[in-house]
């Protein structure tokens, strides 16, 4: 087999995941998976957080793509793509893992950035955090980021409209 087509798959994944995350974020994690989110928008002193559960979903999801794509668990029936997808599943949980936890919360290191991107991924979800409770709200994606001016005005109009309960520190 050749390098292109799995190289492809694996980056279709990658990218569809940012999809699949903004989605199960924005109904998932602020509909009916509150109850697990809940601490991630909630000052506390523990390393780990109930929303952490969310991770071994995504795990789930990927060690079941391998498994689907291998011939030692699936023999004959094994779908080839499955390992590709897999891999594409796992890259997305360590981009989410440096660029969320990492980065934004800085759970794992401490560095601020005074420009570019990783400054807008920083400002956007620092939008997100903005809202309490799991009403309204910007910014569900994890890897890309709209213009903050814009999400404060998102956030501005959904205070106005009564969507949304906005934080005083967060000027919108």
Avoid: C
């Amino acid at each position: 087999m050749d390098w292109l087509l799995p190289s492809l798959i694996v980056l279709a994944t990658v990218l569809a995941m940012e999809g699949v995350a903004w989605s199960s974020h924005k109904y998932i994690m602020h509909g009916f998976g509150w109850a697990w989110h809940r601490d991630h928008h909630e000052p506390h002193d523990g390393f780990l957080e109930r929303n952490d559960l969310y991770a071994l979903v995504g795990a789930a999801l990927s060690i079941s793509m391998f498994a689907i794509g291998s011939p030692m668990i699936m023999g004959d029936g094994a779908w080839w793509p499955g390992t590709w997808i897999g891999l594409g599943v796992l890259a997305y949980g360590v981009i989410y893992t440096l660029v969320h936890d990492g980065l934004v919360h800085q759970r794992w290191f401490r560095w601020v950035p005074k420009r570019g991107y990783a400054k807008r991924l920083v400002q956007a979800h620092k939008l997100h955090h903005a809202t309490i409770g799991k009403e309204g709200g910007v910014s569900f994606g994890f890897v890309f980021a709209r213009d903050p001016a814009k999400l404060k005005a998102e956030l501005k109009r959904q205070r106005e409209a009564g969507i949304a309960v906005v934080r005083e520190s967060a000027g919108a």
